[in-house]
């Protein structure tokens, strides 16, 4: 590994070298050794520019606290390229807050800023980034990151800036000049997507032994959000000031050495800002914050249950990362390896921890609940990660964590207001956000593949509540219509075929479970695709309640509230996962389904301005990789018997879509979706349709993996002859015999195993092309 460290100060370059072993500069992408450990060849850089909205800061494991720098300005606040508050390419730095997104499609957090600052005077703004100088925002200069790892150099208080995060707690580290006054500036006015009113209060409350505790609470996206904090220090402090800016409400303004045992300053409001003084110091100071969602005292307990320094802390969670990558040991050429890893690491860090140490959380209701025998996670983006993200976790993560998040669903069901699972759920607060009822298909995928330890019936009653919830999303009517009309509901079209993939999900639980009248229900409403599919026009559309097409109709068309979700007709037209044969046949067989799909990666956007649709990145024709509704239709080109265009696609998208640098994500990587794709697909397989037990071949993009399964046993996928000219598999063993289909059951790869692909320069156009090589369909293939 090469680690450039560019213009550093004499007074840090030995504490750096010293102490990043290990950690990947932004940028650096030299060829690993051969003994690189999985932890080494993550570049948490890749995603931080263009479209990936992902951050570079110190994360474990899942981990409730995301401790990373925000870098947004101004204006910059409310847009939606900062969504995870930093970019790469931006100058400065405003400051360490400890909650951010991975790749969300929406704006929030941001909590709790600290930013280092030295010398005499100390500003308690923020100041314009384009006049260094003019408040606590500084210059930055060499970054490094690494899982659980982040440094940078402050250069205007001429700060080296360290962080490092566990399970419930960050951690800082500043390395301050020696002959210059260290302070901290706490600012709880500081939030992701600020706007005025969106802090309701806030209260901090300094504690005689130091501690500093306090919270906030947001009316944001999921509103309203109440998060606490308790700060120890390494150092004490020789003075501190507590301020609001928006009146007296118990401000002390004291100011001076250090008071005395029983004094105890407290301040609440909606815009509080703290000074802390520590003198000068002639070591590092270190900082370490604990949250929680229940209280201030859990937010201690939280803090307590960590033990140990900065230094303890990363050394725990870098082995934890290590452990958890090494789920799968892959050889590829660098870049690749460094893609893959990154993409697994992002794959790693949601559903995030939500309940304490003591097993106390917040649930939907906005009561406290304790839960028993599982940790309870929260950020659930499930629009987007049923489709591979969760599939993935079934592989590479161990049975308890997987228990822990369907336990987490059932518990937010039985807690939920309304009765229903999360929709898209943070901090434990249901947001609306998106369609569907998505944690069906995640519920359903575990279950039937025996992951997690789900009592069936408890799960399939959760299911059935959601999908009978008559005021969500138009489901009445779409109960009543078979269809979700849409002069009566907005994004009909997309929700039709999304609640009908929900509802196959459900029976096939129900069927495992020998519930006849519930499983043919649901899957008497998993064909209600087909009512909203125009053969005439073979494109999906919204219907009205009279059960006429919407006109105007224009395939291409993006906005937002339309008939379609976060897309348009060439996207959804395909979003029959379990059905994708029925599909076929609407479209006139399996030459005219190729030729469609064809069309769709080959149109010609010259005369198309998508500038107005935020998440519509990663165009190849109108296949928009960058946003999820696509993501399964490039393994369409196997369902209708040309399996090597499915190769050929896949190449097209990886080269295109995916790269070793800041911005090498198309689009936002979405709690993990993004990087899951690619993962699944560098192996060289993809759940098109999970709940069915099966993952659609395309082709693998990695030498060799090998996966250390739940119960310890291991899968390798082999490829003999790949590279950049050899992209055609030519044949496909299984457990050395040949595997004349374009699928491999998850019964298969958990049993252990090889599957072992040989690649060539020219398709095999003969493999697997007949109907009975082809995957799960509801109602099969050809003519009915």
């Given at each position: 590994m090469t680690l450039i460290i560019r213009s550093l100060p004499p007074l840090f370059r030995s504490i750096v070298i010293a102490s990043l072993l290990g950690v990947t500069a932004a940028g650096a992408h030299d060829a690993p050794p051969p003994s690189q450990a999985p932890v080494d060849a993550v570049d948490p850089f890749i995603g931080t520019a263009g479209e990936g909205h992902v951050f570079p800061g110190a994360v474990a494991p899942f981990g409730m606290v995301q401790l990373s720098p925000d870098t947004h300005v101004g204006a910059a606040r409310k847009t939606y390229n900062w969504a995870a508050g930093y970019r790469h390419e931006d100058p400065t730095i405003l400051g360490f807050s400890h909650t951010h997104f991975s790749g969300a499609g929406h704006s929030d957090l941001g909590d709790f800023l600290i930013m280092p600052v030295s010398g005499d005077a100390v500003p308690l703004e923020a100041g314009d980034a384009a006049k260094p100088g003019s408040g606590y925002r500084s210059r930055k200069t060499d970054e490094v990151a690494s899982p659980g790892y982040y440094a940078v150099t402050l250069t205007d208080p001429g700060v080296r800036a360290e962080m490092t995060a566990g399970t419930r707690i960050g951690v800082h580290r500043y390395s301050f000049p020696a002959d210059k006054a260290a302070h901290l500036v706490l600012d709880l006015r500081s939030i992701i997507y600020d706007y005025p009113g969106k802090i309701l209060w806030s209260s901090l409350t300094l504690h005689p032994d130091g501690t500093i505790t306090g919270s906030r609470e947001v009316r944001g996206w999921a509103a309203p959000r109440r998060l606490f904090f308790a700060i120890r220090f390494s150092a004490p402090m020789t003075g501190h000031r507590l301020v609001s800016t928006e009146g007296d409400f118990g401000y002390r303004g004291f100011k001076g050495p250090g008071r005395g045992p029983e004094t105890l300053d407290a301040i609440a409001g909606r815009a509080l800002i703290a000074q802390l003084d520590f003198g000068k110091l002639s070591a590092p100071l270190e900082v370490k914050v604990g949250l929680s969602g229940v209280d201030e005292s859990g937010a201690i307990a939280n803090l307590d249950s960590e033990p140990g320094n900065f230094d303890a802390i990363r050394a725990g969670t870098r082995k934890a990362w290590d452990s958890a990558l090494s789920a799968v040991d892959v050889a590829a050429p660098a870049p690749m390896r460094k893609t893959f890893y990154t993409a697994l690491y992002h794959s790693l860090m949601a559903p995030s921890v939500w309940g304490d140490a003591d097993g106390r959380y917040r649930g939907p209701d906005d009561q406290v609940h304790a839960a028993q025998g599982f940790t309870f996670h929260s950020t659930y983006s499930l629009w987007d990660t049923f489709r591979a993200e969760h599939p993935l976790l079934t592989l590479v993560q161990p049975d308890q964590k997987n228990a822990d998040f369907l336990a987490s669903l059932l518990a937010s069901q039985k807690e939920s207001p309304f009765g229903i699972l999360p929709v898209w759920q943070f901090a434990g607060k249901e947001t609306w956000t998106m369609i569907g009822y998505h944690a069906v298909p995640v519920l359903a995928d575990a279950y039937l593949k025996g992951v997690g330890g789900l009592d069936g019936k408890a799960a399939l009653k959760a299911m059935v509540a959601s999908a009978d919830y008559g005021p969500y999303g138009g489901l009445s009517d779409y109960k009543a219509l078979g269809f979700v009309p849409i002069d009566r509901e907005p994004e009909a079209a997309s929700k039709t075929v999304e609640y009908a993939y929900d509802d196959w999900t459900i029976s096939q639980v129900a069927r495992a479970l020998g519930e006849k009248d519930i499983a043919a229900r649901f899957a008497k409403r998993a064909l209600n695709w087909r009512n909203s599919f125009d053969a005439k026009t073979?494109?999906?559309?919204?219907?009205?309640?009279?059960?006429?097409?919407?006109?105007p109709f224009d395939p291409t068309a993006i906005n937002y509230g339309s008939d379609y979700t976060e897309g348009n007709a060439w996207q959804y037209s395909w979003f029959a996962p379990h059905d994708q044969g029925g599909l076929i046949r609407m479209l006139g067989g399996d030459a005219k389904t190729v030729a469609k799909l064809d069309a769709m990666f080959d149109f010609d956007n010259s005369k198309i301005d998508y500038s107005h649709a935020e998440d519509i990145s990663g165009l190849i024709g109108q296949y928009i990789h960058g946003n999820e509704p696509s993501h399964h239709v490039a393994y369409l080109y196997?369902?209708?018997g040309q399996p090597w265009r499915t190769q050929e696609r896949l190449k097209q998208i990886v080269d295109s879509q995916y790269k070793p640098a800041?911005?090498?994500?198309?689009?936002?990587?979405?709690?993990?979706?993004?990087?899951?794709?690619?993962?699944?697909?560098?192996?060289?397989?993809?759940?098109?349709?999970?709940?069915?037990?099966?993952?659609?071949i395309g082709r693998p993009f990695v030498d060799r993996a090998v996966l250390t399964l739940p119960g310890s046993k291991r899968f390798t996928v082999a490829v003999d002859g790949l590279s950049d000219t050899n992209r055609y598999i030519t044949s496909v063993t299984l457990n050395g015999k040949p595997l004349d289909r374009v699928y491999i059951r998850d019964s298969e790869i958990r049993a252990g195993g090889e599957l072992r692909f040989t690649m060539g320069a020219a398709p095999h156009k003969a493999w697997a092309t007949e109907v009975k090589a082809r995957p799960y369909s509801m109602t099969g293939y050809g003519k009915k």
């Open positions: 073979g494109f999906l559309r919204a219907r009205k309640a009279d059960g006429s097409f919407r006109t196997d369902y209708a800041p911005d090498g994500l198309a689009g936002n990587d979405d709690l993990g979706q993004m990087s899951a794709w690619m993962v699944f697909t560098a192996l060289g397989f993809y759940p098109v349709a999970p709940g069915t037990g099966e993952y659609v």
